[in-house]
């Protein structure tokens, strides 16, 4: 009998996740009906979660003196948050723009100018490998600091091959180096860089198609690409997620942000894991795609976007969650259009802008979150089997997590088993 090598005890609530579909993102109303479990506990074996229950069925023959118990009385426990949507290697930052935005420039306008996107990709590849990988360390061990246990990281700062690649290596090795676990991303595809400028989106990406992707198997699961104006056109994304599938990778995409192009039912019909952003998503579009995928695209909503880029407009999230459609939440975490990493800020702003329950926005920062990066037999959920991947927050309810507006309710980190 292996014995329990951490036990959290007493939790007014334990937030399992767990009741609903276990092959499919959870969607409407299973979004507020999974188990939550009063005066409860979670026991683990190593990284792993052995046994979740009220406190009346703890098994103590299982505790030894070498195990570590924790007293969570008045609080909540529940899984670690996934982040799935992050652009965490870059150089420099962009508050001078920030200024820019603030006397009334838009995001595509100061784009245009050859600023935004671009000039963090100039940042970028200034920067040494070393100065990138301090600069992820440091983003990291903030976003543990708000409970992230799992994060996924886009590359997009460099649009050339070498930088690409080196974004995709670092957001790796950064991975290895501390506890959050990474998950990388190939967003290659996120502008046209200077120097295709002539040449134009489509031989762009014939280019990353042609001389990046096939290094990097192994290395990113799943590719992205930003369809808008100003970045590509839908006919280009479409072509280039569709010779992306052919070579075994996950799509994502970045659409329907700030126009309505069709990006994401483009992107859902051909099976994209995820459809990001979604501001301008219409309802009857995101029934379509909900039934057209059976269910399995998540739409990643990102709610602290729109409000850093000063835009009325936010993914009309209840009425994806009452069509059908998957929801997960994310920051966006990058230097132009979030900087920040305070996924309980953007859980209270899905609340307060798109129509969310309190335990709609914790399901869409765990479970589905994991199923928008392949990731949910093993994060998301307090079930036995998967990673012990949990937090202990000091508050005593699901609804005062978002209640609590830009607090950081964590108390403490565990991850694989092991206090972070
Ligand atoms: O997800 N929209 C495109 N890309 C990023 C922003 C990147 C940037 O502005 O640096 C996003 O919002
Ligand atoms: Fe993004």
Redesign the pocket.
Known sequence: MLPYTLVIQNAAQVLTLAGGPTDRPLAGADLNNWLIIENGYVACQGDKIAAVGPMAALDTTYITPETRVVDATGRVVMPGLVEC?T?LV?GGN?AHEFERKLRGES?LDI?ASGG??LS?VRATRAASEEELMENALHHLEGFRHYGITTLEAKS??GLDRDTELRLVRVARAAGGRQPVRVVPTF?GA??VPPEFKEAGPRAYVDFILREVLSDLKGEAAFVDI?C?EG?FPLNVARYFLGQAHKMGFGLKI?AE?LHDLGGCEMAAELGATSV??CDYLTPAAAARIAQQTDGRTVAVL?PL?PLFLRQEKYAPGREFIENGLPVALST?F?????PSKNLWLALSVACLKMGFTPKEAVAAATLNAAWAIGHAADCGSLEPGKRADLLVLNVGSVAEIPYWLGENPVREVVIGGESA
């Open positions: 949507h652009h870059f962009r995001y784009l935004g996107i963090t997009g700062y967003l996120h502008v930003f808008e970045a970045h942000q990001d952003h990102l976007v966006d990058n230097p132009g259009s979030c």
